[in-house]
């Protein structure tokens, strides 16, 4: 079984993401580190539980950063809803996390090595704050599959930078400047892996307990794509297609580059790949290139119905 743990801002995508991760018969989901990112990190520690209820999944899942490290944080609800969930998920109950993200992240790598995936799906301030905390991690960990980044496309959020890096540009930078063995799925393949109103429909007529609860949100997040982004056409499955490259490293793909993440306000999170390769830098990154999106599409609707 491979092990992996996901740190996660949920976020539309990041709950597909979490069910998905959840169906596949070879992973065993150890744990989820959530953070804010999409929604205040209230709503995505609820979001996150509610979705493993939804699959029948019992994971232990712990509250991480409230912020980014140096940055402030405001959320426009604009592609996820104010609660991250398309504004679907009515009332919960307060959900008291245990322990600190950070830590348990930590115990996860100790107890697990090499054999652990990291897949993180959000802003990366719990990975900085966990490298900060216990700097031996970054040669402890198996792989660390990071959604987030553009190489060869733009951001979308600015035209350099791709949310999950620009939202915390000082812990991203924090994490590619370290020796994590880092495989990074950006906007490069994600905008290929596309759910359509096909997709959402199906779902919505099929008697299946998964796909049902979580049609609402999608069909918020998809309304929010052809908005945004008419010439697409659907919404992309951004974090699913990293668990996707973790579970079947074979679905894309990599080139390996060293990877800087620009600080400059002009280019701020950029993912910039350094050609030169100043100085003595090595390939620091595993960048996805190319994916296979009918295989993954197909596998995906297999397992979340
Ligand atoms: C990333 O930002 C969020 O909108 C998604 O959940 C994904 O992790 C895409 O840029
Ligand atoms: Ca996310």
């Known amino acids: 079984m491979q092990k992996m743990l996901m740190d996660v801002d949920t976020g539309i995508d990041d709950a597909l993401a979490i069910a998905y991760a959840t169906s596949l018969p070879h992973v065993e989901l150890v744990g989820i580190t959530t953070t804010y990112g999409m929604a205040p990190v209230e709503y995505s520690y609820r979001n996150t539980c509610k979705v493993l209820e939804y699959a029948g999944a019992d994971v232990p899942v712990r509250k991480g950063a409230e912020k980014p490290l140096q940055r402030s944080r405001t959320y426009s609800g604009r592609i996820h809803g104010t609660d991250g969930m398309g504004n679907t ?11 600190p993200a950070v830590d348990f992240m930590i115990e996860q790598i100790y107890q697990y090595k090499s054999e652990l995936t990291i897949v993180a799906t959000a802003p990366l301030t719990n990975l ?14 198996g792989r660390v599959v990071i959604m987030g980044g553009a190489v060869m496309t733009p951001g979308n959020v600015t035209k350099f930078a791709e949310a999950n890096i620009i939202i915390d540009p000082e812990a991203a930078n924090i994490v590619f400047g370290s020796t994590l063995p880092i ?7 994600t905008r290929k892996t596309l759910l359509t109103t096909r997709d959402v429909e199906r779902w919505k007529e099929k008697d299946d307990k998964l796909g049902k609860s979580l049609a609402p949100c999608t069909q918020f997040y998809l309304d929010a794509y052809k908005e945004l ?11 699913p297609l990293a668990v996707g490259v973790a579970a079947y490293p074979d679905l894309v793909q990599t080139v390996p580059m060293f990877i800087r993440v620009d600080l400059e306000e002009d280019a701020l999170g950029r993912t910039t ?19 296979d999106a009918d295989r993954f599409m197909k596998d995906f609707f297999h397992r979340i119905g």
């Open 89 to 99: 998920l009515g009332p919960v109950k307060d959900m008291v996390s245990t322990q």
């Open 128 to 141: 900085a704050l966990a490298i900060a905390k216990a700097p031996e991690i970054v040669d402890m960990v």
């Open 183 to 189: 495989t990074m799925v950006g906007l490069d393949v």
């Open 229 to 239: 982004h008419p010439y697409l056409q659907g919404c992309a499955l951004h974090d």
């Open 273 to 291: 790949e350094d050609l030169y390769r100043e100085g003595s830098a090595q390939p620091n990154t595993k960048v996805c290139v190319q994916v």
